[in-house]
């Protein structure tokens, strides 16, 4: 799932992306989108030291936060999932979800999602603003704030056609960690914390591989790019849920794809399922331990 070699053209870019071209192409027309076992809580982060739900949850990240599925039904993202059957029982009463198809860290943090016109809950500007926006409006009432991103800087480096690796990889890989490390993770956790006590749980995702089959040497790059995840999230003693172990890990070839994803599909797509979403969902559960 992740930048192609520079000769490719923007176009073969976008249609290999968390947010498809296709998919502005049918809404057209009816109108008028990883952690190596082992490391996933990150340093020092455990359900024990989390603060727990309160009133408000905000899902942030791409086309997986936003719920994204070839056959458009956008209805059943991980993070309504969670919310509808666990957060809404832990007295979590509003969820906002800022999820955009195609963000990357860069867009994520400068505006300019190529789909901002699809979002389930609009804004304006880029979604970190928007949500920085979010915590000052209701300081100490929001937790928990999911965040998946990430997959859209790289995925454009693996070709799926011909399983080779981008030499952009590195280049990729190293200004993801600093747009996490510098900008992102440093002003939401900054959002969440009130007199220096943290008042709201941040909580980020790995990802797994829907190429792993198909191309069995893009495993390791997968587990690369968790680990660095896991890695800037422990800096800021952020909690990553393991997605890339509850979607089958490294084994391969890897059942749970053809379940967990559109990938063994006529759809051939990369993106996650009704019941995929549902995996990672528990994923963000089983990490916060609610």
Request: hydrophobic share 35%; proline share 6%.
């Amino acid at each position: 799932m992740f930048i192609t070699h520079p000769r490719r053209s923007t176009s073969a870019r976008r249609r290999r992306s968390f947010a498809p071209v296709a998919l502005a192409l049918t809404l057209a027309l009816v109108a008028s989108v990883f952690l190596a076992p082992g490391i996933a809580h990150g340093a020092g982060a455990t359900s024990s030291t989390l603060v727990g739900p309160k009133s408000y949850y905000l899902a942030l990240g791409d086309s997986l936060a936003f719920g994204y599925q070839p056959n458009l039904s956008f209805s059943h993202s991980y993070p309504q999932q969670w919310y509808s059957n666990n957060l809404s029982a832990h007295h979590v009463g509003h969820y906002t979800n800022y999820g955009c198809n195609g963000e990357t860290s860069a867009t994520f943090v400068n505006g300019g999602c190529p789909y901002s016109y699809l979002l389930h809950n609009y804004y304006f500007g880029s979604q970190l603003n928007a949500a920085l926006s979010f915590l000052k409006a209701h300081p100490g009432a929001v937790s928990p704030v999911s965040l998946d991103i990430g997959a859209n800087d790289l995925l454009p480096d693996i070709n799926g056609s011909t399983c080779a690796i981008s030499s952009t990889w590195s280049t990729d890989l190293a200004n993801l960690d600093t747009r996490l490390t510098g900008t992102i993770l440093p002003k939401l956790t900054a959002a969440l914390t009130v007199n220096g006590v943290r008042t709201g749980d941040l909580v980020m995702m790995n990802y797994y591989d829907p190429y792993q089959n198909a191309c069995p040497t893009s495993l390791s790059y997968v587990q690369t790019l968790n680990q660095h995840l896991a890695a800037d999230a422990a800096q800021f003693n952020v909690p990553v849920a393991d997605v890339f172990t509850a979607f089958g890990g490294a084994t391969t070839p890897n059942p749970n794809i053809c379940t967990d994803t559109w990938m063994c599909s006529s759809y051939n797509n990369i993106h996650a399922t009704t019941t995929g979403y549902g995996v990672i969902a528990g994923a963000f559960g089983s990490v916060t331990g609610y």
